[in-house]
């Protein structure tokens, strides 16, 4: 069968797992030609990946036309509403809004701030790919993340995944929050209870253990 996509990765990142968890999701993983930008070795830094991609991050999703989408929600998105009903990003205008909402409260509070800490305060991806690094930023994104954390554990001691009663992109960002955590050895804090539970049931998904 003939590809429809494309989508540059690097495997093994949270970023790219996001879009692959939304692929495995919606049934069309087999839709996608997987093609591999080597980041710890700059890949992403070349003319080549430049011109489909100025902000130089993985991943991207190519269509046949040749269009680009890039950042993870928005290919997420794109991934949607393709295929199916919309259930990763909200069927109504409500409930896109409150998706949206807590989505981007993950991402920002969570995925991202744990982000921050790998590639400033830790030596991230080597002196080759961090040409820039505050240790002090670094170290008060993870605070963050802490603190997104304990809010994260409030609204799960009432229900199963993050923006309601069914798994959606917030739980995809979520994920890949968790994956950086790891990087990074910062452990759950054993009063997010709720949070631990949480992420051993994302763990055993079918879509995420595909995705890995």
């Given at each position: ?56 991050v993985v991943p991207i999703l190519e269509l ?94 009432h229900q199963e995944y993050l923006a309601g ?48």
């Amino acid at each position: 069968m003939e590809n429809m996509m494309k989508i540059y990765e690097f495997k093994g990142f949270p970023n790219p797992a996001r879009v692959r968890i939304a692929l495995a999701e919606k049934g069309v993983f087999d839709k996608a030609e997987f093609i591999q930008v080597d980041v710890p070795a700059g890949e992403h830094l070349k003319p080549e990946y430049l011109a489909k991609n100025p902000s130089a991050v993985v991943p991207i999703l190519e269509l046949e036309d040749g269009s680009v989408i890039s950042e993870c929600i928005a290919i997420t998105e794109y991934i949607d509403g393709m295929w199916g009903d919309q259930t990763l990003t909200g069927r109504s205008a409500m409930e896109r809004a409150q998706i949206s909402m807590i989505q981007r409260k993950v991402e920002a509070g969570f995925l991202d701030a744990v982000a921050a800490f790998f590639h400033h305060a830790t030596p991230g991806l080597g002196p080759d790919v961090e040409s820039y690094q505050n240790e002090d930023w670094g170290i008060k994104q993870r605070e963050k993340a802490l603190l997104t954390l304990q809010w994260m554990d409030g609204i799960l001691c009432h229900q199963e995944y993050l923006a309601g009663d069914r798994f959606t992109v917030a739980d995809i960002t979520a994920f890949g929050g968790f994956m950086f955590a790891g990087f990074i050895e910062m452990d759950i804090p054993d009063t997010c209870i709720h949070v631990r539970a949480y992420a051993e049931r994302l763990g055993n998904r079918p879509s995420i253990l595909l995705a890995s």
